[in-house]
C-alpha cells in the first residue's frame, strides 16, 4: 500500500517517546530527526522537508506543548496539521466553466494514466454531478490510445470523439467543443499526447490545444510511483501551460509518498484528485486531511 514505509517510519518517531510522560527539549529534537529522516527516504523533496521540520520545530517549541500533559500527542497534532497544510490543506474542487460545456485537458507523460483518468474523471462527473461528458481522443501518435479510449467510453456508456490519426488534435479538440454544444454535452475531457519525457514538440501541440479550446481545468496526471520526478515534470508542465490541479495516480501502488507531499508546496498547484487502482472506479477527490490522518495511522 502507497505510504507504508512513511507511515511505519513517522509512527515509530512518535511512538518512540509515547511512552515518556514528559519531553524534554532534546527528546524533540531527536523526534524531529526521524521525522526528517523518514520524510527524506519516502522521497520527499530536502526543501520541503527543512521548511516542514522548521515549522513543526517553532510551533512545538514556541507554545507550552513540552510542558503540558500529554506533550506526545500535542506534537503528533502538530504534525498531522502541518502534514495537512502541505497537501493544501483543504480539498480543492474542481472547477465547472459558468458557460457549458467545461472543458478539460488531461495532460501528462506517456503511461501516467491519462487515458484511464480521463475515463474515471468522466464517470465520477456523472454519478456525483450529474454531468453528460463527451470523451475525446487527441492523442493522435499512439492508436491504441484511441482504441483504450473507446473501449472506456463503451463501457461506461460515453460517447468518443475521435478523427483517427491523420487529424491534428488542435482540430480534434476545437470540433469536439463544437460538437458537444450540438449534443448538449456538459463536460468535454481532453485525452492529449504524452512523451516518455518533457519535449517542446509535445508542449507546443498542448498550448495549441490550451489556446483553441481555452479549457476551465488543465489536469496534470502523475504516476504518484515516480516520487521525486514527479515534480520536476509537474513543474514544467505547470511553468509551460499553467496547470489548474494535479491527479495523482496508482496510489494503489507502493509509492513512498514522495509526489503527494511535495508537489503542491513545490509547484503551488493543488492536487485534486487521485486514482487507485486500474478499475475505472478507482477514484476520489483528494483530503490533504484524510491523507495526513492516513500517514500517521
Ligand atoms: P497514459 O499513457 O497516460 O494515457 O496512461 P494509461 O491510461 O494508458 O495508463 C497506463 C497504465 O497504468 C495502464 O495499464 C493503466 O491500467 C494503469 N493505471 C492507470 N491508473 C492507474 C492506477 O491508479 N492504479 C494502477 N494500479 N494502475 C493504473
Known amino acids: ?49 527543512k521548511e516542514f521540520v522548521k515549522k513543526v520545530n517553532e510551533r512545538a517549541l514556541g507554545s507550552d ?55 474515471k474523471l468522466a464517470s465520477f462527473m ?9 470523451l475525446v481522443a487527441a492523442d493522435v501518435y499512439r492508436p491504441a490510445a484511441i482504441n483504450q479510449l473507446q473501449t472506456i467510453g463503451k463501457q461506461l456508456d460515453f460517447p468518443v470523439y475521435s478523427l483517427g490519426t491523420e487529424a491534428n488534435p488542435v482540430d480534434i479538440a476545437k470540433q469536439a467543443v463544437e460538437q458537444a454544444i450540438l449534443d448538449g454535452r456538459d463536460l468535454v475531457i481532453i485525452d492529449t499526447a504524452g512523451r516518455l519525457h518533457v519535449d517542446e514538440v509535445l508542449m507546443t501541440e498542448l498550448k495549441n490545444i490550451k489556446a483553441a479550446v481555452n479549457p476551465t481545468e488543465i489536469l496534470f496526471t502523475v504516476d504518484a510511483m515516480t516520487g521525486q520526478d514527479a515534480v520536476n515534470v509537474a513543474q514544467s508542465f505547470n511553468e509551460q501551460l499553467g496547470i489548474t490541479g494535479v491527479i495523482l495516480t496508482k ?11 511535495s508537489i503542491r508546496s513545490v509547484i503551488g498547484k493543488p492536487i ?12 476520489e477527490p483528494f483530503y490533504p486531511d484524510r491523507m495526513a490522518s492516513r500517514i500517521l495511522g
Open 1 to 49: 500500500m502507497a505510504f507504508e514505509g512513511l507511515s511505519e517510519r513517522l509512527q515509530g518517531a512518535m511512538t518512540k517517546i509515547g511512552r515518556k510522560g514528559k519531553i524534554t527539549e532534546a527528546d524533540l529534537k531527536e523526534m524531529m530527526r526521524e521525522v526528517r529522516l523518514a520524510l527524506l527516504e519516502a522521497d520527499v523533496n530536502f526543501k520541503v522537508v
Open 251 to 261: 496510489l494503489d501502488g507502493d509509492t513512498r509518498g514522495g509526489a503527494a507531499l
Open 126 to 134: 456523472k454519478k456525483k454531478e450529474n454531468k453528460r461528458p463527451l
Open 65 to 119: 506543548v513540552l510542558e503540558s500533559l500529554s506533550p506526545t500527542q500535542q506534537v503528533v497534532k502538530i504534525v498531522n496539521e502541518e502534514l495537512t497544510e502541505l497537501m493544501g490543506g483543504q480539498q480543492e474542487p474542481f472547477q465547472f466553466s459558468p458557460k457549458p460545456p467545461t472543458v478539460v485537458m488531461m495532460v501528462g507523460l506517456q503511461g501516467a494514466g491519462k487515458t484511464t483518468t480521463a475515463g
Open 272 to 283: 485534486k484528485f487521485t486514482g487507485q487502482g486500474e478499475k475505472l472506479e478507482d477514484f
